[in-house]
């Protein structure tokens, strides 16, 4: 299968433009840009299908060369719904930096990250609308579709401008860094193609671009962190343990689109393994493998199985198997007391508002709800000790099925 093949059977070319874009892209040779957002420090997983394609073209003998928003980021692009609030200046820099190691982290070192602020921060305004405004119709801006869609709530003339940015981002990485081929999400289309125009007005030469279908969720709602349901590329920001739960969820009416777009494995694979999880859907086999091959892309081996083992112990009950890391992760942003002694478990529950009175604690201990490290404890007189504790450090408690608190010993 060629790599124009592999992208059409994974659904990741929706528009295209560029005469023999097909035959271009099997060649090989090219030089790509791709563009991140410095709005966040980490790119997140709605992005990731998009930075993968970046990926599959440089194995197949493309090269990359990722931009980070520098200038753009302070702007905003039109999202087809409201104006975006303006980003500050200091936290667009970190931004970049981070995403920056971020890229080369994914894509190797030697990976070119450049940021268009570089070439904008001396570009007179005036000069601006001479070399790039002149050639771009207002009437072609206004009907692209984020535009059209934003009008109707108010757009201002800083995110009208953002496609002239962007489409002289193409212009300036093709005049100085030979690029000739650009691609990214499908809301991008308008942006991709005001840098070909500009590209054919101004050197009378053909470059190409494509866009890739957005990532959605099965309710059909971008996978993103405008809609709030993002998870971030950045393990620091979100866990393995968390990307492991997140995909593990997947409905399955999703997992052939998600295998396609989110792994590197073959057409012949996802077939074996769909067919499989159809015979045994409850195994979540399709879901494991998604997991597997992403957080293990992202994150390495280690993590993967470290995710796996925090599951299976949380699953089954034994949480005395974890080590405080790995209880850390498992229980990030549940609610936690410190205490500095042994205690009673009756007088804890009521102290840490596990329990509203000693009365409440009393039947849930009775009615064997209460479980300590996986352990029920039906015990009124029981004690929370230091020696029980996880690494010396962690008393896990969980109330009923799915109420969990922590106790740290400090």
């Known amino acids: 299968m060629t790599l124009y093949e592999d992208l059409k059977y994974r659904g990741l070319i929706k528009d295209e433009a560029g005469e023999d874009l097909e035959k271009k892209l099997n060649q090989g040779g090219l030089t ?37 928003g520098g200038a753009t980021g302070r702007v905003g692009d039109p999202r087809g719904t409201k104006e975006r609030e303006k980003s500050d200046v200091k936290v667009v820099e970190r931004n970049f930096e981070k995403i920056k190691l971020q890229m080369k982290k994914l894509f190797g070192e030697d990976t070119l990250v450049v940021n ?13 609308l001479r070399d790039v405004g002149k050639y771009v119709n207002v009437s072609y801006m206004i009907n692209k579709d984020l535009v059209k869609r934003q009008m109707e709530s108010g757009i201002s003339y800083a995110e009208f401008s953002y496609m002239l940015i962007q489409g002289y981002d193409f212009k300036y990485l093709h005049d100085h860094y030979g690029v000739s081929l650009q691609f ?34 099965a309710s059909g709602k971008k996978i993103g962190k405008s809609e709030g349901n993002a998870l971030w590329l950045d393990k620091e920001k979100t866990s393995s343990y968390e990307l492991y739960q997140y995909i ?29 999880h159809t015979k045994n859907p409850e195994v979540r086999i399709a879901q494991k493998t998604l997991a597997r091959e992403v957080i293990t892309y992202l994150h390495g081996e280690s993590e993967y199985e470290q995710a796996v083992k925090i599951s299976e112990a949380l699953f089954n009950g034994n949480i005395k198997t974890l080590n405080a890391e790995q209880i850390e992760i498992a229980f990030k942003g549940v609610p936690s007391y410190e205490i500095d002694q042994d205690v009673l478990l009756l007088d804890l529950l009521v102290d840490s508002s596990i329990c509203k009175s000693k009365r409440e604690a009393r039947e849930f201990i009775g009615n064997r709800s209460i479980s300590v490290n996986g352990d029920v404890c039906d015990q009124m007189d029981a004690f929370i000790q230091r020696v029980n504790a996880i690494d010396n450090q962690y008393i896990v408690i969980r109330r009923g099925k799915k109420k969990y608190y922590i106790i740290k010993f400090v």
């Open 32 to 68: 790509f840009y791709i563009g991140a957002d410095p709005s966040a420090e980490s790119l997140h997983i709605g992005q990731f299908p998009t930075f993968l394609v970046a990926e599959r073209l440089r194995r197949a003998g493309h090269k990359a060369i990722i931009l980070v």
């Open 116 to 128: 268009n602020y570089d070439w904008f921060k001396e570009y007179n305004f005036i000069d601006f």
């Open 184 to 217: 990214g999400g499908s809301d991008q289309w308008g942006n991709l193609t005001t840098g070909i125009e500009l590209i054919r007005k101004l050197n009378n030469e053909e470059v190409y671009a494509f866009s890739c279908p957005l990532t959605l969720d």
């Open 248 to 276: 593990i969820n997947f409905e399955d009416i999703m997992m052939e689109k998600y295998l396609k777009v989110y792994t590197f494995l073959t057409k012949e694979e996802i077939e074996k393994i769909l067919e499989e």
